[in-house]
């Protein structure tokens, strides 16, 4: 199907918002969905190319940068901050609701990764989402962040250097980052060799600044995905693999859904999801099929 792509911009909280709409050429109002990635992403790594596939379905998809984050606006930047973004979230499903080209009865979301944590947590409020898909979850509670983060004294760590930078801010406006990602640097939000966010021909691109804001420790550690489960009443799919990240957080997210919902196991690592074939292609197809009969 052929599709179309409208530069857009909105307002959220006072900050105007960057985003890609995707539009397949179709002569009525079509379904829309929402679409974000990975935690400190940036729209071209991922959820554009989840949004212009679902378009190439005939479903509207929405793509846009975070406050703070990429073409947006906002200061500080680069601050992973789930209340804002739940945010944005809610302020791009209002701008999708008002635009001529879409059903505004037939609005959906999709979240990638962390995003995942995000878009459920606005559409446990937001009567305009009427459909969930969640790829590759990244969803955790407190006891799962111990699991990762090396247990209690490595969430006391975190939380310490980040109300230590929290308190520089406030008090020389200076934010301290750390990379999201590095091989070498020890301090690094994901101290490890991965290729996606490195390889500039995969997530490594100009427009992502590869650096975590020390003070997000407490905002990021301290949210609880896993408690959302029983307020979402939407019909819901979550397409994840074991092979990707924290499969046990998927797992019990999915047990405490209180509509109706579909777990789909798939193969490929939390990376593959992102712009790997045939993982991505098998999670777009099942998201649209699953919007496809929600909206």
């Known amino acids: 199907m052929t599709v179309r792509t409208e530069l857009v911009r909105f307002d959220s909280v006072g900050s105007t918002l960057v985003g890609n709409l995707f539009l397949p050429e179709i002569d009525s109002a079509v ?19 989840y949004a212009e ?27 992973e901050s789930p209340s804002a973004k739940v945010a944005d979230i809610r302020a791009a499903t209002a701008f999708l609701a008002g635009h001529p080209a879409v059903a505004s009865d037939r609005i959906g979301a999709l979240g990638v990764c962390a995003a995942a944590m995000y878009m459920s947590a ?10 969930l898909a969640l790829v590759a979850p990244w969803l955790h509670d407190a ?12 969430i006391a760590e975190r939380l ?23 091989a070498t640097d020890p301090r690094a939000a994901m101290p490890y060799d991965i290729d996606f966010y490195l390889n500039p021909e ?28 029983p307020r979402l009443t939407v019909p819901a799919i979550l397409v994840h693999s074991e092979d990707a990240a924290i499969p ?3 797992r019990r997210f999915h047990a405490g859904l209180a ?22 292609s098998t999670a777009v197809d099942a998201a649209v099929v699953h919007f496809r009969s929600t909206l």
């Open 31 to 49: 379904p829309a969905v929402v679409v974000a990635g990975t935690w400190t992403s940036v729209k071209e790594q991922m959820a554009d190319r």
């Open 53 to 79: 596939r679902l378009a190439e379905h005939g479903i509207a998809a929405l793509s846009f940068d975070f406050t703070g984050f990429g073409a947006s606006e906002g200061q500080p930047r680069d601050i």
């Open 122 to 131: 606005s559409a446990a409020d937001d009567p305009l989402v009427r459909s």
């Open 143 to 154: 006891e799962i962040c111990r699991e990762i983060y090396g247990g209690e004294a490595g």
């Open 160 to 182: 310490a250097a980040g109300e230590a930078a929290r308190q520089r801010y406030e008090a020389t406006g200076v934010v301290e980052y750390v990379p999201v990602v590095s």
């Open 202 to 229: 995969r997530g490594g691109i100009p427009q992502w600044g590869n650096r975590f804001a020390v003070l997000a420790w407490a905002g990021w550690l301290g949210f609880d995905s896993i408690a959302l489960a």
């Open 248 to 250: 046990d957080g998927a």
């Open 259 to 280: 509509g109706p919902k579909r777990l789909l196991w798939i193969s490929g690592t939390q990376f593959d999801f992102y712009d790997q074939e045939p993982t991505v």
